[in-house]
């Protein structure tokens, strides 16, 4: 059980993913103070925020000590790969992520693979590759399509899905001669393209014990009809039916379960948020990859999805003391639709003024992203993903309804949006 005594908790990030986290921790009653590092504009409405280079873990604990926070929260996975919860931790500091050992199976594709293979989880068949020629000669013997992936850390660009061998020899080249995405493009790995329906799982893990969120579904294409170039995410949607009763058993006996032995095995103590990408294909769920954070936007559709408080659901992950039974989940689903900025996924345009409503529904809320507040109190845009409308309904249906009863109150020059957020459920629900 999480300790007595309210905590002053610190939050790192600038995403949405990072907002929805700070307004669960404005409604817990277990945080007495919460403060953001880095930020964005609408996280500094409502709580104070402080420069600082996530990258850097020597700067995250002196931030840490000197706003004294009893507990820490990492949204995004560069920290995590850096060692950041690893040198809070050895100064005491209790925080929720895993440390570098775990943050491996995100940071590197090439050592994720190796760990599925290993321990015999279903995943694309793959190959690693360090130099040019071997990987050119090896993709001239494969069929296409197929899946090219830079193996570092790419801020969700570094996967490429080549539909002929040119585009396989091109995206080869620009990884790993032109180097394109720097040293991420210096081992590259070669896998094969499954066929099926993707969701987003997103596991609380404390070492074998773990809490399953509802599946969600994201929507990464910029165009309705999953169509246009990738993004990080244009909307999302809880839960999803593509995981049925039956994948969802297979998803555990046969990816969960091995997944979290697997870790134990190799010596990794993992506490914090395990998302899983699968895809559902004909022959069951397979593993597509693993985050080691929460997914952005999935975050802003499931912590609504949580009656527990989600702060002591991390806190006690982070004291190893969690028991998933103790978990209450809400009825109902939840929706986000993401207003993007002029020109995004491409060269975007900043520091457009936005407009936002002054009041909201019941079960309607707005979460930031790429948004800055200036010292006159107007908020601006200052990234590609703008900022969310977030949807609770009795039913799907219901949630798209609510969203998108708000969207065209939010405003801001060149604002785009998908207005088919949940489409593939809604079809399911209808029975389409
Ligand atoms: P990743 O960064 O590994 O999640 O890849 C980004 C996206 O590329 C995924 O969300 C999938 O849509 C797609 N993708 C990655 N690997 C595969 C694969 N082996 N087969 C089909 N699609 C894939
Ligand atoms: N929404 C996909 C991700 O967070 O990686």
């Known amino acids: 059980m999480a300790p007595k005594g309210k905590i002053k908790v610190l939050i790192l990030g600038s995403g949405g993913r990072e907002h929805a986290l700070l307004k669960v921790c404005l409604r817990s009653?277990?945080?007495?103070?919460?403060?953001?590092?880095?930020?964005?504009?609408?996280?500094?409405?409502?709580?104070?925020?402080?420069?600082?280079d996530l990258s850097k873990p020597a700067s995250v604990l002196d931030l840490v000590q000197r706003v004294e926070a009893d507990f820490v929260i990492v949204g995004p996975e560069v920290p995590l790969a850096n060692g950041v919860v690893d040198a809070l931790e050895a100064a005491g500091i209790s925080t929720y992520g895993p440390l570098a050992a775990g943050a491996r199976l995100e940071a590197s594709k090439a050592f994720s693979k190796d760990f599925l293979f290993k321990h015999k989880i279903p995943t694309a068949a793959a190959e690693t590759f360090h130099r040019l020629s071997d990987a050119l000669d090896y993709v001239r013997k494969q069929s296409m399509p197929i899946v090219i992936k830079a193996s570092g850390l790419a801020a969700g660009k570094g996967v490429v899905i080549a539909l002929t061998l040119a585009e396989a020899e091109e995206a080869l080249r620009a990884m790993m001669e032109a180097k394109v995405f720097g040293a991420s493009g210096d081992e590259v790995v070669i896998e094969e393209f499954m066929q099926g329906e993707e969701a987003s799982i997103m596991l609380m893990v404390c070492g074998e014990e773990y809490l399953m969120l509802p599946a969600s579904q994201d929507h990464k294409?910029?165009?309705?009809?999953?169509?246009?170039?990738?993004?990080?995410?244009?909307?999302?949607?809880?839960?999803?039916?593509?995981?049925?009763p039956e994948v969802e058993r297979r998803l555990r006996d046969e990816i969960i379960v091995p997944t979290l032995r697997g870790l134990k095995a190799d010596g990794i103590d993992y506490r914090g948020t395990l998302y899983v990408g699968i895809m559902v294909t004909a022959t069951g769920p397979r593993v597509v990859e693993f985050n080691v954070r929460f997914g952005d936007p999935e975050c802003q559709v499931l912590m609504p999805m949580l009656e527990t408080d989600p702060v002591e659901i991390m806190e006690s992950i982070a004291a190893g003391t969690f028991r998933s039974s103790s978990v209450k989940l809400r009825s109902g689903s939840t929706i986000i639709v993401v207003l993007a900025a002029g020109g995004y996924p491409g060269d975007i345009r900043k520091g457009d003024v936005i407009e936002l409503p002054t009041q909201l529904p019941e079960g309607v809320d707005i979460v930031h992203s790429g948004t800055q507040r200036l010292s006159d109190g107007r908020i601006v845009t200052a990234g590609g993903r703008v900022l969310g409308v977030v949807a609770h309904g009795a039913t799907l249906k219901e949630a798209v309804k609510k969203a998108y009863a708000v969207v065209p109150q939010v405003r801001f020059e060149g604002c785009h949006y998908r207005r088919d957020i949940g489409y593939r459920q809604l079809r399911r629900d209808e029975g389409v």
């Not at 007495?32 to 402080?50: H, L």
């Open 29 to 52: 009653p277990r945080v007495s103070d919460v403060f953001v590092a880095p930020g964005n504009g609408g996280m500094a409405m409502e709580a104070k925020c402080y420069p600082v």
């Open 221 to 244: 294409r910029v165009g309705e009809g999953d169509t246009g170039l990738n993004t990080g995410g244009m909307g999302a949607y809880a839960p999803t039916t593509v995981v049925t």
